[in-house]
């Protein structure tokens, strides 16, 4: 396979230079989700039935339920492989002390002022299924949410046509400490989650990674509930010089490639001898990959710059989901970043460690969201409440400028408010 390059130039004139996911999707995808997410709020339970049964290939029988028993998840727990059980308590534990440090305590200000910081009461988390099972979607999303404090966590994934669940999502779920699983997907999950059902109690937020059906689903009923992102296919995007493994490169490349066909990686460098080398290792991997065909259909760029830091110009206008720095001195570039969702520094941090086991989280922004949204993280479960505790003194300190502004605007009755209490002699 032939990797597409460019010089910088090129790059920079290119419409794939601009690329972006449209999330706004087709107007018949629009449209469809629409149509789903009236239907569920209007409908409830029975919508749900049967989006499930058309989309998911399975609905609760009479006397069923959409959600997963708290037994099955322990029945999951005891068969997973001791491995892979070992595995997943592993990568939580990590995940768990990197969350926890992201403490925010009340903060105060001028006398009489503090933010409150409190967490959301019940959240909901969307775990996609279909082309694969993601157990680490359900610790990345499940735990953070219980270090900030959520009382109720409630999980969604789609089900096999079978009804069933697959073994390793549920042992995760149960490790993470979810308090529900339901077996629905799609926009019609996302709905349910949203407005609430008989079956599924409403959240206040809505958490987690799918598809462009999925995606619109979250933007649709934003405003009934909070959404952590409106989430685009995976990316990767390497900057490295002629010190960077070529086959390290190559195989980085590929392993975000493999998430789906609509997915993006580019190596930006300097070294035209590395983006040959890179290009010759990429092409003999792909005679070896399992999801060969996934990663061939995907978008993989060269990108050559005159130097490293016009490769951090690309990066920054990119801005990528996932940032690679495997150059001589990673410092310098590092500070250089500032639109990347997570940065993974030097030859033997690959993405695929952040993806499991790291510990930061691996739900990032993508589609260029990176120049002004952050990873989902203890704060994506938090709200701020400000409060105010005056004294007559402070009353009156404030109240002439306060007047002012409230005159300005032609609000009276707002300079009302403060006048009647200016008159007042208690």
Known sequence: MSLSRFNVGDWLDSPLS??????????????????????????????????????????????????????????????LPAGDRAALEFAAQRIRDFHAAQKFEEVGGPPGLKLLTRPVRRAGVYVPGGRAAYPSTVLMAVIPARVAGVREVALATPPNRDGTVATSILAAAAIAGADEV????????????????????????VV????????????????????????????????????????YVAADLASQLEHDPM??????????????????????????????????????????TESLEQAMQVSNDFAPEHLELIVEDPGRLIAQVENAGAVFVGPYA????????????????????????SPLGVYSFLKRTSVASLTRGDLEMLQEPARALANLEGLTAHANAIEVRMQDER
């Open 208 to 247: 987690g990674p799918g598809n462009i059906y999925v995606a619109l689903a979250k933007r649709e009923v934003f405003g009934a509930v909070g959404v952590d992102a409106v989430a685009g296919p995976t990316e990767i995007l390497v900057v490295a010089d002629h010190t960077a493994p070529a086959q």
């Open 350 to 373: 690959a993405v695929s460690l952040g993806d499991y086991v790291i510990g930061p989280n691996h739900t990032l922004p993508t589609a260029g969201s990176a120049r002004f949204a």
């Open 18 to 79: 601009r690329r972006r996911l449209d999330l706004g999707g087709t107007a018949e995808q629009r449209s469809a989700v629409q149509e789903i997410c009236r239907r569920v709020a209007g409908e409830g339970d029975a919508a749900l039935r049967e989006y499930s049964e058309r989309f998911d290939g399975w609905a609760p029988a009479e006397g069923e339920s959409f959600r997963v028993s708290a037994a099955e998840l322990t029945k999951a727990l005891g068969r």
């Open 182 to 205: 339901y077996r629905v997907g799609g926009a019609q999950a996302v709905a349910a989650l949203a407005y609430g059902t008989a079956a599924i109690p409403r959240v206040d937020v």
């Open 263 to 304: 997915a993006w990686a580019l190596l930006v460098t300097d070294s035209e001898a590395l983006a040959d080398a890179v290009e010759e290792e990429f092409s003999d991997l792909l005679r070896r990959l399992d999801r060969a065909a996934v990663v061939a259909a995907a978008h993989c760029c060269i990108v050559l």
